[in-house]
């Protein structure tokens, strides 16, 4: 039997009746998941108006949970993409043709897919399937004699109290249903966009690696361009994506990632990789509930004194801050005294919600495990940048990073190996960069990238060409399972 649990910001009278099955996300974070819990569903209520709040953590722990999140943080995120885009998403259907309204606009809500007024309830049907959210607002207007519309994501405390009766009615019928969302994506001929940014000062493929993957595609009937997100105009022109930009969630390549895996690509990254490796609490609570072996971590929401004291008597110094989002080890840091941490917590809390802090072991070097589609293609040695406790030092003039070594997988450890494949069965099927720390016979996963570095005599220097091959062949294989 499936449970449900209601998250809300902090207010929980509005659904006292619902009982026992309404938390608060303070709640959701400190007690769950629970040993032996049954298949669990969560219903977000939380405020998901902006980038990393408790809403956006809400989903993305429910994910990392293996709680089925309502709504998903896709939805949250293509949301909020489209408003910034365009300021709301303006979309037209048929079904408005001759609905008629009195005054310039007249704003109506969805709950759950419902809505009072018949003639939008197709239109309703389908913004839910395309945007499966617990409440929208749709603006009906008139411009140039043509009706559309405006969509906008709305928060349950804003709603007034006839309207939350409302809300809370569907809200009980929706519980009792079963959740059935998703549509049929389109087939296209074999065309591939690789998207790079020739600006970025520390790209995931330099160019020869990339000139090497357009060869390798064409040996395997696939026509590769390489374009930036400007040349871009059209994804639809393609059927498959490969991200070789530096990804992020709050960023171009997830919105043009989630934008190709509805269109019907084969994308690499795939948007669910980004949003499960980009962000790291997402990581380290996946990692904890599966078992995986990782250095202690704490995830915190605020730097009071209680808090720090917690921390104190959890870690030594020095200790591991690290923000949910960073890349090529930015924002991660270290500090060694109470003094730092508290001047770093203030810094962080600036711009998130929560704040990772794990603790630190030093290594000459740390593992990187290349795993496509569960299968181990590439490992290399990365040693610390000079004078360095990481493998980049980003305030260095020179020797940004440290050096490398490449070897064959089946001379890597087998408990970095099996540890890196473990990782991954996490996240999905596509391609990703494992980082391990070990010591003696101990694994401890670090991270997992969904978009690690492929570059020319580093991660190919043991298979040569055949790395790109290797690649490129997933991605035949993958489209011929779509069909032409």
């Not at 004291?309 to 959890?314: A, G, I, Q, R, V």
Request: some cysteine; charged content about 25%.
């Amino acid at each position: 039997m499936i449970k449900t649990l209601i998250v809300v910001d902090d207010n929980v009278l509005d659904l006292a009746h619902f009982g026992a099955n309404v938390i608060t996300f303070n709640a959701y974070l400190k007690d769950y998941p629970l040993k032996n819990e049954p298949k669990t569903r969560i219903i977000n209520l939380c405020d998901t108006e902006y980038y990393l709040s408790k809403g956006y953590y809400c989903s993305l722990l429910a994910e990392a949970r293996n709680h089925i999140a309502f709504p998903t943080v896709k939805t949250i995120n293509e949301l909020r993409f489209s408003n910034e885009e365009t300021d709301t998403t303006i979309l037209i259907f048929k079904e408005l043709k001759d609905f008629k309204i009195n005054n310039d606009f007249e704003e109506y809500f969805i709950y759950f897919g419902k809505i009072n007024e018949p003639k939008l309830k197709k239109i309703a049907e389908k913004l839910f399937l395309r945007h499966p959210a617990p409440l929208l607002k749709i603006t009906v207007l008139k411009d140039n004699n043509i009706t559309r519309f405006t969509l906008k994501r709305v928060s349950f405390s804003t709603l007034s109290i006839k309207n939350k009766e409302i809300f809370l009615t569907c809200l009980k019928e929706f519980i009792n249903t079963v959740w059935r969302i998703g549509g049929a994506k389109k087939q296209h001929r074999w065309e591939m966009a690789i998207l790079v940014n020739p600006l970025e000062k520390n790209p995931p493929s330099n160019k020869e690696a990339i000139s090497k993957l357009i060869k390798a595609a064409a040996k395997l009937g696939i026509n590769a361009d390489v374009l930036t997100i400007e040349q871009l105009q059209n994804i639809s022109h393609y059927d498959a994506l490969f991200i070789r930009e530096t990804t992020s969630i709050d960023h171009h390549t997830y919105r043009l990632a989630v934008n190709a895996e509805n269109t019907g690509l084969v994308v690499l990254d795939d948007p669910t990789s980004i949003l499960r490796c980009c962000n790291k609490v997402y990581l380290h609570d996946a990692f904890s509930y599966q078992n995986i072996s990782c250095l202690k971590t704490k995830v915190i929401a605020d730097k009071s004194s209680e808090t720090i004291s917690n921390l104190e008597k959890t870690f030594t110094y020095p200790m591991v801050l690290k923000m949910p989002e960073g890349s090529f080890s930015d924002g991660v840091f270290k500090v060694d005294n109470k003094k730092d941490l508290i001047v770093r917590l203030i810094e962080i809390f600036k711009t998130s919600a929560l704040v990772l802090v794990q603790e630190y072991l030093f290594t000459d070097y740390d593992w990187r495990i290349g795993v496509l589609n569960g299968r181990a293609i590439f490992a290399c040695k990365y040693k610390m940048a000079n004078n360095h406790w990481q493998i980049y030092n980003h305030n260095a003039k020179r020797f940004f990073s440290g050096g490398f070594e490449t070897l064959p997988t089946f001379e890597v450890p087998k408990i970095v190996l099996e540890t890196a494949l473990k990782s991954c069965k996490i996240i999905g099927n596509g391609l990703y960069g494992v980082d391990i720390k070990q010591v003696s016979n101990q694994a401890y996963v670090l991270e997992v990238n969904d978009n690690p570095n492929l570059d020319n005599k580093v991660e190919d220097a043991y298979l040569g060409d055949e790395l790109y091959m290797q690649i490129m062949a997933e991605f035949c294989r993958r489209l011929e399972l779509r069909g032409r």
